[in-house]
Nanobody, 126 residues
Framework: QVQLVESGGGLVQTGGSLRLSCAASGRTFSYYAMGWFRQAPGKAREFVGVVTWSGGNTAYADSVKGRFTISRDTAKNTVYLQMNSLKPEDTAVYYC???????????????????WGQGTQVTVSS
């Protein structure tokens, strides 16, 4: 059974940092891309960034570029989202997801992702 479990969310002040983790289990993710999405109340789920499991290549949404960094630890089967210089508009539930079709399909569309975690809340106070 595939499981993606996020952790590391919380309350932080503007300008602060948080590191989210996503522990993956239940299958081999070597051919997957691991994405991070977020969803604020009343808004659609939004692409944040992605890392390919095998090569570690990354891509980011413009809104987080230069502030957020995605990495993965293949030995621990864990993906990380390091968030720096946080802003109130970063407040959302953050999800990690696994995409097996990233080579031929969009990496920014939530519907292209096969597996999802339960989400972790990030709140940035002003």
């Amino acid at each position: 059974q595939v499981q993606l479990v996020e952790s590391g969310g919380g309350l932080v002040q503007t300008g602060g940092s948080l590191r989210l983790s996503c522990a993956a289990s239940g299958r081999t993710f070597s051919y997957y891309a691991m994405g991070w999405f977020r969803q604020a109340p009343g808004k659609a789920r939004e692409f944040v960034g992605v890392v390919t499991w095998s090569g570690g290549n990354t891509a980011y949404a413009d809104s987080v570029k230069g502030r957020f960094t995605i990495s993965r630890d293949t030995a621990k089967n864990t993906v990380y989202l390091q968030m720096n210089s946080l802003k109130p508009e970063d407040t959302a539930v953050y999800y990690c997801a696994a995409n097996s079709q990233w080579r031929t399909m969009s990496i920014t569309e939530p519907r292209r992702y096969d597996y999802w975690g339960q989400g972790t809340q990030v709140t940035v106070s002003s």
